[in-house]
């Protein structure tokens, strides 16, 4: 209890209010990358001193991180991020050839589809594809969720005993749950057996979806993070992954992911459709899933391919 004690502590010690703010900023416009913001929205919809929101956003223009409109005086992404971004891109080699795949899959199947990568801490929505409405939830470009079970079992299905086992742990609450961990380990070893992850609908899924909105109007990135953990610990007491898939069956899909692997043996990105209207058979889960596959297998390949990499990329496929 001490040591979780001593770690909060240094983490809360370390965490910086002038930081977060700027990054409240950034993540505000990636959220929003079609729109432009004002000092006084800003102001508002971050909750922020006037004063200080106007030095950050500057210091931020200065630095070429935001650009402002002289006519309208509103601010928007500028080309120091672009560069920070084409520098994360680098990271993730096969997401250069994620575009034109899926592009083409949300065309054939009319679902829209997202890539997500991963971090220590967080799930996130690197890009997707298709989506009409490309800020409604769950399909807001940066969305971060928890790399905590049950939410990240795709990467995890491939990923080393080590790192399951933590992974399982984390999605303990404070009192040991063993009908839980076996829900994981089941869907774990579901998702490696087949290739890819379904999950079903849930109220949690609606809440968040509430949250998220209500958020729009209020934009806070520690409000954020305190409900996408509500709705993963949510998640924990529901049906969430569908385990047997039968056919003739019908059943209320949510997503359906797939892994995308890069220079390594777990998964570097996952391809995961977006939320799926009404109910889908058994049937034509396997067919999208198929085709998802198809897509992640020719985006690794290429990916392979263009790094002079010999060796195969795990089967999953």
Request: with cysteine; proline share 6%; aromatic share 8%.
């Amino acid at each position: 209890m001490a040591t979780l004690f001593h770690a909060y502590t240094l983490e809360r010690q370390l965490f910086s209010k002038p930081t977060a703010r700027a990054l409240a900023i950034l993540d505000l416009l990636m959220a929003h990358p079609h729109k432009a913001f004002g000092l006084t929205e800003l102001t508002r919809t971050l909750n922020l001193n006037k004063a200080t929101c106007h030095a950050i956003l500057s210091t931020m223009t200065t630095y070429g991180f935001l650009i402002q409109d002289e006519r309208h005086k509103q601010y928007r992404l500028g080309p120091s991020i672009v560069a920070a971004g084409n520098a994360a891109f680098a990271q993730f080699p096969a997401l250069e050839y994620a575009r034109p795949e899926l592009e083409k899959l949300t065309s054939e199947l009319g679902i829209g589809c997202g890539v997500i990568g991963r971090s220590a801490k967080h799930l996130v929505l690197l890009a997707n594809y298709g989506i009409p409405k490309p800020l409604d939830f769950p399909f807001q470009l940066g969305l971060r969720l928890p790399n905590t079970g049950p939410l990240g079992a795709t990467f995890i299905a491939w990923s080393p005993a080590k790192t399951l086992e933590a992974w399982l742990q984390k999605a303990q609450p404070s009192e040991f749950d063993d009908k839980l961990d076996q829900r994981l380990r089941i869907a774990v070893i579901g998702i490696r057996a087949r290739g890819y992850e379904v999950t079903l609908k849930t109220q949690a899924e609606q809440d968040l979806e509430v949250a998220l909105s209500n958020g729009r109007l209020n934009w806070s990135l520690e409000q954020q993070a305190q409900s996408t953990e509500l709705y993963r610990e949510a998640l924990c007491s529901e049906d969430y992954h569908l385990n047997r898939i039968e056919p003739d069956r019908m059943y209320p899909v949510c997503n359906i992911a797939v892994p995308v692997f890069g220079r390594g043996s777990e998964p570097e990105l996952v391809f995961s459709t977006g939320s799926i209207d009404g109910s889908l058979s058994g049937k034509q889960i396997t067919e999208i899933a198929t085709q998802l596959q198809s897509a992640a297998k020719n985006v690794t390949l290429a990916a392979h391919s263009a790094s002079g990499l010999d060796s195969q990329p795990p089967s999953s496929f």
